[in-house]
Every structure is written in structure tokens, then in C-alpha cells.
């Protein structure tokens, strides 16, 4: 019998430790890694040809919503495309458990805003074989998957389930309540659950962007700080897990205490998302970096997840919703396509539409751009932006914007750059060594955004054209960072006897792809998706689930409870 199941030869081995890299082959056998060094070809039953290549650990993903995509794609793209092996699903607090069965129709219209899922694909796509988490764990372990997973549990579906969704919006939970949310959360956690999530963003903050299907804040906007504490001390008490927050308060400025008594109470690791260079307020990544670094020397584990990719949108108002961080247009964007066009071309709603234009997304409103509409006596539009467009017309961006989106029966489609262009605010976010890089929102916005590809993003545009960090620190960064923090017991790097998931790729030849339409969700929907060319072969668990570019039927991912697989 072979020594190995597969050898990847002669490849420039970056490990993830911030070792130097060095030449060798990876000799791989029953799923793990069995040897690196000079191995014989003739000793492996197939070897993979790895000259120029760089070999790598698969890249981990905590910040992704494929709770719902990972039941019809396991392969969960266009993560995956990008040489990510593993992901964290259950992000900011939302998911489908655990949720009643009458309670589903509503659980999955909640996600086509907030997260902005396709309903018709929920509907077509989701088994619903599940009602408790553990019974939604099981789900997962049945299907096939081409990614491992790591879930949250989040905490509005969990509050919802104990006190009912009208409940749960208008107070807090009582002490017998209080105790079932920590019992289930117990239960979860004894199921393999690696930990618990929430987005609170305050209606009375400056960002309540993400929101319910009916445009109210979600349920764990709403959630009291001491329901937090209460499931906190769950973790402390189990002394596992982690937690995940995105938090802007009405003060934002007691935001930072928040996450460190959270860190104090549970002595577990805290996610803080998230950390973004924006170009007209530097000041805000400046501060979060200090406080970070601050927790860091008193020994608080609370982390920073970074926007590294470029958050440029690509939208129509047939299905935006994320100008939600004003009541105005929260209210203008929310109901049917017909509801919304006659909201949004309602001239009496116009004036509060100019007095208060969203933030969040982009800096500057008037330069998201005009990029495509369909009427032919609008095409003139096409390519300028609002404010180019304003000044030819003689009229405020945001009643150009909404006329011509109004008049192409809100088919017109807009290009919002993200606000953090400036590279050297990015270079100043890189250097502080301890933040994660990511935040794709894998599986949510699919209509807007591709924050996926931000692993190759990272790869070409930061390190190797801007320069911004050595390869060995990006590897480091893009897989043994986040699996620490994560816990994660045994992936993140290449050494002998870990889970072999492995990325292969050509540094100089690697490139995205541009934003394209894809046609292949479930119920007859439609994606963006970004691609990758470079990536020569990606294992997870010893086998090839990717093969220059193409899925090879192989699905060898698993569901990691408890940070590894059983
Ligand atoms: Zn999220």
C-alpha cells in the first residue's frame, strides 16, 4: 500500500506560522497531512504537480451567512472559489434555528431583507427538517458540503423562539425566559455550536442598516445588555465558544465597554465587527485600532474583524435595502416592487429622501454612479454620477436618482464605490498585526455584493501590488488568526497531522474575475458572483474539491462541532 493517498510536489510551502517559506512536498494520507519534506512520487497513489505554486492552509471565513445557500450549494461560492475551506455560519445573530415550524414562513422573509436573501430560493431551497438547533446541526451533517462549518447560534431566532416575536420586539425577556434562552443556548452548545451571535445596531444609532422584513429593527437590535451578559456567562460557565457583535449603540462611544465586559464575564473570545478605514473619517479605524490594542495589553480577548475588500455595490431598487440607516428611506425601500416604485416616486416623500441621505454604504451619495438602465430615452444617464447628472438637470442627486430609477419601473441600476478607497488608511488597518481579514457576508446581498473574494483580493491587490505585508504574514492572517480565534483545535496551518485542507496557487498569475450574473439559485434566481483564476487545485480534508477553477463532485467538508470534526 502507498505511504500516500496524494503528494503535492515541489511547491513553495507557506505554512501560516510566519515561518519563511520553503521548497517541499506535502504528503498527504487518510485526510491529514501525514509528512512535508522531500517525499517520492512513487510512494503516493497520485501526485499533484505544484511547480511555481505556492501551497498554502485553506483560508477560514468567520463572517459568513450561507445558513441557508450551504442546503443547495455545498460548495457555498463564491467563498469556496477563492480558496476558502472553512466557514463560521450564524453571523450577527440571524439564522433558521431554532425556529417553529409555523414560525418559518416569517423567519425566512425576515432574511430576505436583512441579509437579503432570495425568497423564492429560501422556499425552493430550505429542507426545514429542523426545528431545535441540535435537530439543524443534524440537518447540515446530512448534507453533502465542500467546505467545513463552524455555526453560531444567533441570537434573534433563539429570543424569538422563547418569547415570540412580538415579545421579543418590545421588552426584555422575563427571568423564566431568561433561563430557557441560556438552556437552549446550553443545549446548542453541547450539540457542537462553537459559540453565539448578534448585530445590535440601535435604532436610535447612526446605523441600523440591516433590518427586519418590515423594516423594524431585528430582534437582537432590540436585545437588553443584560441578555447578553446572561449568555455570556453560559459561555464562561462552559469556559467554550466565542462571540460574535456588531454593535453601534445610540452613544456609541460606551460600544468599547460593552465587548470588554463581554470578554470579562466569559473570559471567551470576542469578535468586534467591524474595523473599516473609511476615507473621510479615518479617526473611527485610528480609534478602534488603540482600544483593540488597549484590550490587548490588559489580556482581553475581544478581536477585530476587518473590511479589507473594496465595498462597492452594484444595486437596483427592486431589491435594496441597505439605506436602512434612515428611517426615510428605510420606509421609501421597504414593501412590493410596485409598493416601492410608488413610494419612492411620491413627491411628498421627497423632501425628507433629500434632508437625511444614508451613510452607511458610501461616503459621498452623489458619486454612486448611474451605471445601467433600460428605457432608451434614459441611456444619456449611463456612466455619469448623480452629481453629474444633477448638475446637467438642474435638480438634487437624490430626486435624480430616484426619477430615473422610478421611470426605468425600478430597473436602473447603480454603482456605490466603497468608502474606503484611500490604500493608506488600508496600509495603516494592515499594520496593526492582530485584525482579521474578511467579513464577506458570504451568501447575503448576492444581488448587491461579492465580499467573498476577499481572500484573492487580499492576495493580489494588498500584498502583492500595493506591497502592504509579506506572504507569510498574509497567510498567517487569512487562515491561523481566525482558526485561533475561532477555536478551531487543529486547522489554520500546514503541519504534519493536521486536516489536510490545502490552497494551490500561482502569486503571479493569480487574478478576480469581474462582478458577473449567474443565473443558478434555486426557484429561478439570480446571483453576482466573482470568480478567481491561479487557483490550481483546493483540498478540504485531503481530497481536491476544486480543480483550476472547477468543483470535482468532491464533497469532503464537515461540520466542525466543537471546533473540529468528529
Ligand atoms: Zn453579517
Redesign the pocket.
Known amino acids: 500500500m502507498a505511504d500516500f493517498d496524494l503528494i503535492i510536489k515541489d511547491g513553495m510551502i507557506i505554512d501560516g506560522t510566519r515561518m519563511p517559506r520553503y521548497r517541499a512536498d506535502l504528503g498527504i494520507k487518510k485526510g491529514r497531512i501525514a509528512k512535508i519534506g522531500r517525499l517520492r512520487s512513487s510512494d503516493a497513489t497520485r501526485t499533484l504537480d505544484a511547480t511555481g505554486q505556492i501551497v498554502a492552509p485553506g483560508f477560514v471565513d468567520l463572517?459568513t451567512?450561507y445558513d441557508a445557500q450551504l442546503f443547495w450549494d455545498p460548495h457555498c461560492t463564491i467563498s469556496s472559489w477563492h480558496g476558502v475551506t472553512s466557514i463560521v455560519i450564524g453571523?450577527?445573530g440571524f439564522g433558521f434555528a431554532p425556529v417553529y415550524p409555523e414560525a418559518r414562513e416569517r423567519a425566512m422573509l425576515t432574511m430576505t431583507r436583512v441579509?437579503a436573501i432570495p425568497y423564492a430560493s429560501m422556499k425552493a431551497g430550505l429542507p426545514w427538517d429542523w426545528t431545535t438547533f441540535p435537530e439543524f446541526l443534524d440537518s447540515i451533517d446530512r448534507r453533502p458540503k465542500a467546505v467545513n462549518i463552524l455555526p453560531y447560534v444567533p441570537v434573534s431566532p433563539l429570543l424569538t423562539y422563547v418569547m415570540g416575536l412580538e415579545a421579543a420586539k418590545t421588552r426584555p425577556p422575563t427571568e423564566r425566559e431568561e433561563r430557557e434562552i441560556c438552556r437552549l443556548l446550553d443545549e446548542a452548545m453541547d450539540a457542537g455550536a462553537c459559540g453565539w451571535s448578534a448585530?445590535r445596531l440601535d435604532p436610535n444609532g447612526p446605523a441600523c442598516v440591516q433590518r427586519d422584513y418590515d423594516g423594524t429593527p431585528m430582534v437582537s437590535d432590540l436585545m437588553t445588555d443584560d441578555t447578553c451578559y446572561a449568555l455570556a456567562r453560559v459561555l464562561g460557565r462552559r469556559n467554550e465558544g466565542f462571540m460574535q457583535m456588531?454593535l453601534v449603540s445610540a452613544d456609541p462611544s460606551k460600544d468599547p465597554e460593552h465587548f470588554e465586559k463581554l470578554a470579562e464575564l466569559s473570559g471567551r473570545p470576542v469578535l468586534y465587527n467591524v474595523v473599516q478605514p473609511r476615507d473621510s473619517m479615518p479617526f473611527i479605524h485610528r480609534g478602534t485600532i488603540a482600544w483593540l490594542d488597549s484590550c490587548r495589553s490588559r489580556g482581553l480577548r475581544v478581536y477585530g474583524q476587518a473590511v479589507t475588500s473594496d465595498t462597492n455595490m452594484t444595486f437596483s431598487f427592486v431589491d435594496w435595502n441597505l439605506f436602512d440607516d434612515c428611517q426615510a428611506w428605510c420606509d421609501a425601500t421597504t414593501g412590493t416592487p410596485a409598493e416601492r416604485k410608488q413610494k419612492l416616486g411620491d413627491p411628498a416623500r421627497r423632501e425628507a429622501l433629500r434632508a437625511r441621505v444614508p451613510r452607511v454604504i458610501t461616503d459621498e451619495f452623489d458619486k454612486i454612479f448611474i451605471t445601467q438602465v433600460t428605457r432608451e430615452d434614459l441611456k444619456h444617464y449611463e456612466g455619469l454620477t448623480l452629481r453629474e447628472a444633477a448638475a446637467k438637470d438642474g435638480k438634487h442627486p437624490v430626486d435624480v436618482m430616484l426619477d430615473i430609477a422610478v421611470a426605468d419601473d425600478l430597473r436602473a441600476e447603480f454603482y456605490a464605490p466603497g468608502p474606503n478607497q484611500n490604500m493608506d488608511y488600508m496600509k495603516e488597518m494592515l499594520d496593526y498585526n492582530w485584525l482579521i481579514p474578511g467579513v464577506s457576508?458570504g451568501g447575503?446581498h448576492t444581488k448587491f455584493f461579492t465580499g467573498g473574494r476577499y481572500p484573492t483580493e487580499f492576495l493580489t491587490k494588498l500584498v502583492r501590488d500595493h506591497g502592504m505585508l509579506p506572504l507569510e504574514e498574509a497567510h498567517w492572517r487569512l487562515s491561523t488568526l481566525p482558526a485561533l480565534c475561532a477555536g478551531f483545535r487543529d486547522r489554520g496551518t500546514l503541519r504534519e497531522g493536521a486536516p489536510a485542507d490545502v490552497v494551490v496557487y500561482d502569486y503571479d498569475n493569480l487574478t478576480m474575475g469581474p462582478m458577473e450574473i449567474a443565473r443558478d439559485f434555486p426557484g429561478g434566481e439570480w446571483r453576482r458572483v466573482q470568480k478567481a483564476d491561479g487557483y490550481r487545485y483546493i483540498l478540504v480534508n485531503g481530497e481536491l474539491t476544486l480543480e483550476n477553477g472547477k468543483e470535482t463532485g468532491k464533497t469532503s467538508g464537515h461540520l466542525l462541532r466543537h471546533g473540529a470534526a468528529m
Open positions: 463572517h451567512h453571523n450577527c441579509e448585530q456588531t457576508d447575503a
